[in-house]
Every structure is written in C-alpha cells, then in structure tokens.
C-alpha cells in the first residue's frame, strides 16, 4: 500500500465554490484515510518541519528506517499529591498516563495498524516506536496534531566510570568527574534537587524579576545520626558528610539564587564522631559580592524533626521553604500552581535530565554549573 503525503490547509484569500468542491474532492480521493486524523492549523509547523533533521537526511542513504514518534499531550497528575497510600498513587499515576497515551495515540496507531508496520507504544512517555518505515509513512504521522517530533533512536556508547566511591567528596574528584564527561561528550547532571523544588523555584522567578532582592537566607539542616545509613536505614556505601553533602546543597542553592559566588566563606566545627571520624555539628557563613547572607547551621545530633528548612528573608517579603512547600513569615501558603509540569521538585529534576539529554543541551545543574559550590566547599575546608 503506497504512503501518501499530506500537508496542513488554511484558506488565505476567498476563492470560488466550484473551486473549494474541486479540491475537497481530489483531498478526499486521494487521502482516503484523512477523516481518522486531525491536521495541524496553518499556524502549526508542518509535517517535514517536525522531523528531525538527522532522520531526513537518514532517508537518503536508506529509504527504510526505524524512528520514534512522540506525542505532545501530558498527563494531568496534579490530584497524585493528594493520594496518601503510595499503591493508590502510583496506580492513578499509571491510569493517567495510559488514558493520556491512549486518546493522543489512537489516530497514528489505526493508520499503523491499516499499513501493517511493526511498532511498539509506550505510555509512559507517551511515544510509539516504528521498527521500520519510510519517508512517505514518517511525513503521514507527523501531519497529526497530536504528533510533537519524529526522531531518529539515539545510540549511546558506554564509558568507563570514575573510579572512585559514589560521591566526589573532595574538588579534585569533582573536576575528575567534569573533565571525565567533558571528554566523553555525554549529558551528565548534579542531584541538586533545590534548583527544582517549586518552593525554591517560586522564589528564583521572583528574584529574577526583580520582585525581590535577598537579603538573608537562613537554613537549618537537622538529623539524628549514630551510624552511616540513609534515610531508608540501608547503608551507605559511602561516609555521609554534613559539608561535603548537606551543606553543598544549601552552597549550590544560594549561588543559583543570588547568580553570584560567595566572596566570603567561613566554617566552623564541633568535635567528631569516634566511629563515623565525621564533624557532628557545624555552622557554615557566606556573603555574596553584593552583600546578601547565608547562614547555614547543620547537626546530626538533633533529636526531633529531621530536614532542612530554608527562610528566605527579602526586601519585600519572607519566605520560608520547606523542600516543595512555601509559606510566608507569617505562615500563610503561597500559591505555587503554574510553575512547572510537577509539583515534586525530584520529578522535575529527572524532566530536566532527560530534556537535557533529548535536545542536546546543557541542563540546569550540569557538572559545570555546579562546580562552583564544590570551590567554596573547598575554600570552607580548608579554613576548618
């Protein structure tokens, strides 16, 4: 069965009756299929703009290829917060996402199904994967609305990993890392989960609009902890630190927040631990070049409420963020719907990874952008 070319129509000037029947006619003879798809308005892109420029000239040298279709449309997941037992969650996460994929797919899938090409959906990404198709199938796809881009699969080569424990807890292991992925060409991101946390992110829009200069930013990271184990109660394969992992993200979050590296650092200790060999307490003080403050006090001997909480004191307001909450100084919520796909700061912190990786650009907490942070840890090491 021969693959039709379709392309999106809006009438720009008035023409004749006669001439509207004659070219409905001659779209309806030969798009035999067209009243299963909807097309794309004239102000969308048309079906050649979304594919891929790789995948297009793919089809020169082999006129059959394999290629992803991926679709647009996203789940709505916004009442998942709202589900206490995880089970229940999870499996109205899974019915969104297969409802979502199955109405956003359902056009293409028949026009697969008519033409008897191999494929294999995917509704978690909301994608179908064609084993192998032509230019003429691959332009017919990407007529459909619902259609976002056809690409081309990506191949990835394995590199050797640093050789090293899980963390680079020290700057000569943090450039290692970098210069390792710079050499390798590969998308590579720091768990930097404030940059992605709605509370944190709320604030950054308001300080990038200039809506609000911080003045001080005052954080308290509290645990109780006798020995290496996570928060799960599993060990750690590696010694945790309160300076080279608590307090580099509080040093990370005040950089991207003021956009400026701290021209004074200064770490103070308590004594350490006589098994973990670790500093139990600290306080940890910073100042930007334009002379907002951090400080920063942390302990794993708090015997009560465990996180870290942040209050952002501005000239216009306080804010005190607690990981995806935000309330102001006098304990009212801020509204933080409209801030991004998700309102968990680890799901938008893996969209970012993987959107990173899919378009070819640098993420937000790239090894680059985060090295920073790892400087001043070094600069506060060396002063204890």
Not at 35 to 42: E, G, I, N, S
Not at 55 to 81: C, G, H, N, T
Not at 168 to 185: I, K, S, T
Request: with cysteine; aromatic share 8%.
């Amino acid at each position: 069965m021969g693959d039709a070319v379709r392309h999106p129509m809006a009438a720009r000037r008035s023409i004749g009756v006669s001439a509207v029947l004659a070219l409905l006619a001659t779209l309806l003879t030969a798009f035999a299929w067209s009243a299963t798809v909807t097309w794309a308005t004239a102000a969308a892109p048309g079906p050649r703009d979304k594919i891929q420029p790789k995948l297009l000239k793919s089809f020169e040298a082999d006129p059959s290829r394999a290629f992803w279709i991926r679709f647009d449309e996203r789940a709505d997941l916004s009442r998942a917060d709202e589900i206490d037992d995880w089970d229940e969650r999870g499996a109205y996460v899974y019915d969104q996402l297969s409802q979502t994929a199955q109405a956003a797919q359902g056009q293409v899938r028949t026009l697969l199904d008519a033409r008897g090409v191999d494929y294999q959906p995917y509704v978690i990404s909301n994608a179908i994967y064609v084993e192998s198709g032509s230019l003429n199938l691959a332009l017919d796809v990407a007529a459909a609305d619902a259609v976002d881009t056809v690409r081309a699969p990506s191949k990835y080569e394995l590199i050797n990993p640093v050789e090293r424990d899980a963390t680079a807890d020290n700057l000569a292991d943090a450039e290692a890392v970098l210069a390792a992925q710079r050499r390798a060409g590969v998308t590579a991101m720091v768990a930097h989960t404030r940059r992605f946390n709605p509370s944190h992110q709320w604030v950054h829009q308001r300080i990038a609009a200039g809506d609000l200069s911080l003045q001080h930013l005052v954080v308290t990271t509290f645990f109780f902890r006798r020995e290496n184990k996570n928060a799960l109660g599993q060990p750690r394969s590696w010694t945790d630190h309160l300076l080279w992992h608590h307090a580099c993200h509080t040093v990370d979050l005040f950089i991207h927040q003021t956009g400026e590296v701290p021209s004074v650092a200064w770490a103070q200790q308590g004594p350490p631990h006589p098994t973990l060999g670790i500093a139990m307490d600290m306080t940890v003080g910073l100042r930007s070049p334009s002379g907002a403050l951090c400080t920063l006090a942390l302990s794993f001997n708090n015997d009560g409420p465990l996180g870290t909480t942040f209050r952002y004191i501005g000239d216009t307001g306080t804010y005190v963020a607690r990981y995806d909450d935000l309330v102001d100084g006098r304990d009212e919520p801020i509204d933080l719907s409209g801030l991004g796909v998700a309102a968990d700061g680890i799901e938008n912190q893996d969209r970012e990874f993987v959107a990173a990786v899919r378009e070819g650009r640098e993420p937000t907490a790239s090894l680059a952008r985060c090295l920073p942070a790892m400087q001043v840890l070094d600069r506060l090491e060396r002063g204890l």
